[in-house]
């Protein structure tokens, strides 16, 4: 068993920088490969990115790739998403998740709003 909460969303302008963070409890933590979701309101829930369980593989979505970095400390059981050069179509709710297949995911936190200004 895994439980999630991420932190660190907010306002912020177009251009600016956000880093969430999403911070685990269960012992199981460093078998899980972890991962970021996005969902816009009125829209589909969309993936960024997933790094493996030993942190050395990642993996984004086209429209954050060079902008997002996903890392993982797994001493601390924290998961982290860098995003930066942030665009206004970024504003979303951004949900951490674990044991990612597809679209779907063993377990999710429940979320934290970005809000990016124009």
């Known amino acids: 068993q895994v439980q999630l909460e991420e932190s660190g969303g907010g306002l912020v302008q177009a251009g600016g920088s956000l880093r969430l963070s999403c911070a685990a409890s269960g012992r199981t933590f460093s078998t899980y490969g972890m991962g970021w979701f996005r969902q816009a309101p009125g829209k589909e829930r969309e993936f960024v990115g997933r790094?493996?369980?030993?942190?050395?593989?990642?993996y984004y979505s086209d429209s954050v790739r060079g902008r997002f970095t996903i890392s993982r400390d797994n001493a601390k059981n924290m998961v982290y998403l860098q995003m930066n050069s942030l665009k206004p179509e970024d504003t979303a709710i951004y949900y951490c998740a674990a044991g990612i297949t597809g679209l779907n995911a063993d377990y999710w936190g429940q979320g934290t709003q970005v809000t990016v200004s124009s």
């Open positions: 790094i493996s369980y030993s942190g050395l593989s990642t």
